[in-house]
């Protein structure tokens, strides 16, 4: 039983590239959401998913999208990076929104 | 208001003491409620739900009021390994989940 994993660990994009972070879960787990870390800011919601093929904004969606084909899968795309976008990136799943959330290692990403 | 306040600290404790942190929430729509550990350039880890009649796992002991909506939690008994941000986590009340506090940093100090 692996969790929540993420990938790549590490990433380094240049302004306007695009690119995918993946997430998957083998827990089953219905609910799914990513976050970004910044420092002073907290963990701060993107988007979320409450089923395959069910997707909405978070608090922070600009230049981002999602898509859920799979319960197991939830990834999260850059469609032109922007060095504001330089964070941490953590996925997370749970059974439901109102249920404690598995953290995936996250995902280091710079935009120069 | 913040939706979830914490002070941020640090707190510098020494090896063996009680230390308290507290958390406050905005939203009284809130059903669920929680701790979180999260190391340096780690993800965050559930250290332990909070329920309405309060509830321990061995040094850690957690104490909601919902009529104050503040959550508090207490570390007995501290060790070095202890140190870490702790991450006060509130349900949205809705589809998108759970807030999450700022976080307040603790050392544990030999």
């Known amino acids: 039983n692996a969790g929540v994993t993420q990938t790549p660990k590490f990433q380094v994009l240049k302004t306007g590239q695009s690119m995918t972070l993946q997430c998957a879960q083998d827990m089953n787990h219905e609910y799914m959401s990513w976050y970004r870390q910044d420092p002073g800011m907290g963990l701060r919601l993107i988007h979320y998913s409450v089923g395959a093929g069910i997707t909405d904004q978070g608090e922070v969606p600009n230049g981002y999208n999602v898509s859920r084909s799979t319960t197991e899968d939830f990834p999260l795309r850059l469609l032109s990076a922007a060095p504001s976008q330089t964070s941490v990136y953590f996925c997370a799943s749970s059974y439901s929104p109102y249920y404690e959330q598995y953290f995936g290692p996250g995902t280091r990403l710079t935009v120069t | 208001r913040k939706e979830v306040e914490q002070d941020p600290g640090p707190f510098n404790v020494p090896e063996g003491a009680t230390v308290a942190f507290n958390c406050t929430y905005s939203?009284?729509?809130?059903?669920?409620f929680f701790w979180y550990r999260q190391d340096c350039r780690k993800e965050p880890k559930l250290l332990m739900s909070?329920?309405?009649s309060g509830n321990e796992d061995g040094r850690f002991t957690a104490q909601l009021n919902r009529a104050s909506q503040y959550i508090s939690l207490l570390i007995r008994d501290s060790k070095l390994s202890d140190s870490a941000t702790y991450l006060c986590v509130v349900s949205r009340g809705g589809a998108d989940g759970l807030t999450f506090g700022k976080g307040t940093h603790l050392i544990i100090q030999p």
């Open positions: 939203n009284s729509a809130s059903q669920s």
């Open positions: 909070v329920y309405s």
